[in-house]
């Protein structure tokens, strides 16, 4: 008999710890447990039969908000060309609604309701050996013809099992095998679960307290994939610093078995980082960390009606402090569509985190999780939502359907402009022509929309062409703050912003044409051996203004002088080119 753990990832570069962690609590029957890993990039098809090939007589998925519709439809089909399979469902999509996919898929035989390793290994047993009954495994909820032997009956009783308690998570065997820790994919691991936290959209709320691998069983994994060098291990712990001790030790470990490789993830809080912990941080090489902060409002109303407490003046103290250092790339979430919040008060959120200038800033939509907190208080707040997955908000009493549309484009913009990192300068620029940063984000959506761009696909080099007529479109009267008798110096000092930014993150190995005439070959050939500048991939540009401060004083600032970019030496948090500034006979690197 084969049990087949199946996964459908959102991105191919994602492992799946579940399946993984799975299969190594049922190490016992190894020898009959097989895993399939896919993406929702795959077709139906595609899937359908990599399963079939495998033959499994169960076929047991991992499901999320993410790939539940993909699920659903594989296992259907399934069902048709293997119809003796057993299909079993897992995953927090499942574990708080059992009974209705029960009820309305009849190809599902049963579900795994909350934490899964003890409860499959004890499923394998029962299917591998028939040592036990169904009823007997805690933590499942299953048709009465799940049984072994027994046919599908129309009208099947939905059995469920007394609940599975939580197990230590030292019992839980390392998930990874060699083959597993492909260097082309992100590592998950979990070194605790739980939350101290009743965040009411979370589902880390619905089941308070923490509980924590051992501190020596964690370093020795982790070395593990030091020694493989990985490039990135991803922490899924909910609130991976509350308890500082045991986060000071964990960094200080990474910190003292760098490898000048592996990158690691983790999702802190960040008003709880002390002083100590601090300087911990202060001195960890370059991108050895990053970090996701969840700031999700600073509307104290909002952040009551959700049960969140979070003290948003010593969160930004701490993110600007770990700014100033330059060595962690931080990454700040909002959600829109929480109670109390319209769209006024998300903009002043907004503009709160994008002051503090994180690497990235998402801004995100609330999603009514089956099982939540807030899936039961919706009335209270006027909150409606999409019934399909993943369960987004459409509208509430505060906020309208067209502001969560405008919202979602503002939102692509950020991805596109900001969060990409290719257009630093050149934002910062363009802020100065708005009164607040998210009206510069709504303009960029509302210029898109007008000219047929939003739905349509973009080179990286192209989305600087579109910005470059975005601000044309500006200072001509489209909404700006410009004098119409400064347009031409202010034309051609953005065209340099966006040069400076473009040459800093993209190679400029095929420098588009609208930035003007390059310098020439000669030229640069001069200026290398005059200055004695070496370097296997380096690009050379004249500039006429100071790129930097102007940017930040939003007015032109002339400064004449000639930049070296360093694709060899790019920064390991912006991933941008290191720079040298050449001003007559001086030199200054940056």
């Given amino acids: 008999m084969k049990i087949l753990l199946v996964a459908i990832d959102s991105k191919y570069i994602h492992t799946n710890l579940a399946v993984l962690s799975l299969r190594a609590?049922?190490?016992?029957?190894e020898d009959s447990i097989y895993i399939a890993q896919y993406?929702?990039?795959?077709?139906?098809?595609?899937?359908?039969?990599g399963i079939y090939l495998h033959k499994p007589d169960v076929a047991a998925f991992s499901c999320y908000i993410w790939n539940i519709e993909m699920v659903l439809k594989v296992a259907e089909s399934l069902k048709k060309v293997l119809p003796q399979v057993k299909t079993w469902f897992g995953g927090p999509e499942v574990s708080y609604n059992a009974d209705e996919y029960l009820k309305n898929y009849e190809e599902l035989d049963g579900v795994v309701i909350g934490e899964g390793e003890r409860t499959f290994y004890e499923l394998a047993g029962y299917y591998l050996e028939e040592k036990t009954e169904l009823d007997n495994i805690c933590g499942i909820a299953f048709k009465d013809s799940a049984r072994i032997g027994r046919q599908s009956l129309s009208g099947d009783t939905i059995i469920h099992t007394l609940p599975r308690r939580p197990i230590p998570l030292d019992e839980i065997p390392f998930a990874y095998r060699d083959a597993d820790i492909d260097n082309n994919r992100i590592i998950y691991y979990e070194s605790s679960r739980g939350c101290p936290y009743s965040c009411s959209y979370c589902l880390s709320s619905v089941q308070r307290g923490v509980r924590y691998r051992g501190m020596e069983l964690v370093k020795s994994e982790l070395k593990l994939f030091l020694d493989h060098k990985v490039p990135q291990v991803k922490f899924v712990d909910r609130t991976f610093n509350c308890n500082k001790e045991r986060a000071i030790e964990i960094w200080k470990f990474i910190r003292d078995n760098d490898n000048g490789i592996t990158n690691f993830h983790f999702e802190i809080?960040?008003?709880l980082l002390s002083k100590e912990e601090l300087e911990v941080l202060k001195s960890l090489r370059p991108g050895l960390v990053q970090f996701e902060i969840g700031v999700q409002t600073t509307n104290p109303d909002t952040m009551k009606a959700v049960r969140r407490t979070v003290d948003f003046y010593k969160l930004a103290e701490n993110v600007k402090e770990i700014r100033d250092v330059h060595n962690i790339h931080q990454h700040l979430d909002l959600i829109a569509g929480l109670p109390l919040e319209d769209y006024a008060s998300f903009e002043k959120s907004f503009e709160d985190v994008y002051r503090l200038r994180p690497d990235q800033l998402q801004l995100g939509f609330l999603k009514?999780?089956?099982g939540s907190i807030i899936e039961n208080e919706c009335g209270d707040y006027g909150i409606v939502y999409n019934t399909d997955p993943p369960y987004e908000v459409l509208h509430t009493n505060h906020i309208s359907y067209d502001e969560i549309l405008e919202l979602k484009g503002i939102s692509r913009m950020v991805d596109v402009y900001y969060n990409s990192g290719q257009f630093t300068y050149s934002l910062e620029y363009l802020e100065h022509f708005f009164d607040t940063p998210m009206k510069l984000y709504a303009a960029l959506y509302g210029y898109y929309c007008k000219n047929g761009l939003y739905e349509l696909s973009h080179s990286r080099a192209g989305r600087y062409e579109i910005l470059?007529?975005?601000?044309?479109?500006?200072?001509h009267g489209g909404g700006g703050n410009g004098e119409s008798e400064k347009c031409g110096e202010r034309l051609e000092l953005f065209k340099e912003i966006l040069l400076f930014d473009y040459c800093l993150r993209e190679g400029a190995k095929n420098r588009p044409d609208y930035f003007g005439t390059p310098l020439p070959g000669n030229r640069i050939k001069q200026i290398c051996g005059h200055y004695n500048i070496t370097g296997s991939r380096l690009h050379i540009e004249k500039f006429n203004y100071n790129i930097v401060e102007s940017a930040k004083r939003g007015t032109a600032v002339k400064d004449e002088c000639i930049v070296v970019f360093d694709y060899d030496r790019r920064n390991p948090v912006t991933k941008s080119a290191a720079i040298s500034i050449i001003r007559g006979e001086q030199e200054i690197s940056i």
Wanted: aromatic share 14%; proline share 0%; charged share 30%.
């Fill in 269 to 271: 809080t960040a008003d």
């Fill in 39 to 49: 993406t929702i990039n795959h077709t139906k098809e595609e899937i359908l039969r």
């Fill in 468 to 475: 470059m007529d975005f601000f044309t479109d500006l200072i």
């Fill in 368 to 370: 009514v999780l089956k």
């Fill in 25 to 29: 609590y049922a190490g016992r029957y």
